[in-house]
């Protein structure tokens, strides 16, 4: 039974499939999101399949600015993603808000609302970045389960 | 048979054959990255995203989806055993199809839209296909004059000379069956997403790995239906299995996805005309 539970375990590592939720952002950091499945840095090689399904989806990739509106959208996914599960925020607003962490009907960053493991700046992120903290949650990953 | 042969044949198709067709999707995921001019996931990866999902948390929408996914293996594995014990080719193509109608049950228990679209547009595929795999077993009566699998393995000429448009319509239920382009409508295995994955919306977890290897079982059905054509010798089995492979994965790189009527339109109308003329030829012939 060892076997098994350290090939499940591995496994984990080398088949992570990644939800990627657009929670308002101005679009910027959802082309570099997706320019991550293209032939240039093909993420595909380490098992990474985009999928639309919450249910399932490993990774949460999550950009943009969470208002109130949003936000319950943006819970309602999560609590539909089986468990184990990791939640990256990708690019100044899922961080913080960014630009527009004032505004009225904004709540601010992805972590005022759901657990966020890792956490990826830039405005937009770039396409590296986003493979960076990708890995990083995997390890992560990991180490959690 | 004597009972050592069917041990074997018990072993190879409960083991074996699934192991060998993992294999074979990852060489298929591999080969479909380079034709895209990408490097393409490992050939164990399918092995690696069973495990993974076998290791989530078991979480649905009703008790329904876990039956079902269980009654689905349990029609795939059955056909196959039959198969490897070389039952009879009616009994086998209607206990693979009492399977796949479980899948749809399954995903039609439950209100979401995406899965109850995925449960309509899979039964369409089933009824695309299943008549075409009618026909390719009543040629294969008529070939051979009897619907038993050993009869096949008796002929001295491979079927395929017999039964050449046969090939092709069994052809056109494989592309269905693989859930590959233009025929990926139900639900797909590339990266695609949303609707097109619809039928496997609600199975989660180790339920959608239950499925998966449902799925691994009804391609080695498929497959196995095809090596028939070439009975004869080893050789020509793998290469003619391995070409017929790889024109699918051309074909699915090549085309894009249809809407159903369109699948329907064509599989019937190019499926049952060259049935007809191959059925014709070989009763009159």
Known sequence: ?145 | MTSAQVFLALIAGLFLAPLAVGVLTGVDRRVTARLQSRIGPPILQPFYDIAKLMGKEPMLANHWLAFCSMLYLAGAVTSVVLFFLQADLLLIFFVQAVGSVFLVIGAMTVPSPYSQIGAHRELLQIIAYEPLLILVIVGIFLATGSFKIEAVYAMEQPLLFKLPLLFLVLGIALTIKLRKSPFDISASHHAHQEIVRGVYTEYSGPYLAIVEIAHWFEIVLILCLLSLFWSTSIVGLVLLLGITYFVEILVDNTTSRMTWRWMLGTAWITGITFSLINLLWLYYG
């Not at chain 1, 399904?53 to 959208?73: C, F, I, Q, S």
């Not at chain 1, 990256?88 to 601010?108: D, Q, Y």
């Open chain 1, 1 to 145: 039974m060892n076997f098994i539970s350290n090939f499940i375990q591995s496994s984990r590592i080398k088949s992570p499939w990644v939800m990627h939720f657009d929670c308002g952002s101005c679009n910027g950091c959802d082309i570099e999101t997706l320019a991550v499945l293209t032939p240039v840095y093909d993420v595909e090689r380490f098992g990474i399949i985009n999928i639309g399904n919450p249910k399932h989806a490993d990774v949460l990739l999550v950009t943009g600015t969470v208002n109130h509106r949003n936000k319950k959208v943006l819970k309602n996914l999560y609590d539909q993603m089986p468990k184990p599960r990791a939640v990256i925020a990708i690019g100044a607003c899922g961080l913080t808000g960014g630009v527009m962490r004032e505004a009225p009907n904004v709540v601010g960053g992805v972590d005022k609302v759901i657990p966020v493991d890792v956490y990826v700046p830039g405005c937009p992120a770039k396409p590296e970045a986003i493979i960076d903290g990708v890995v990083k949650a995997l390890e992560l990953f990991a180490a959690k389960s």
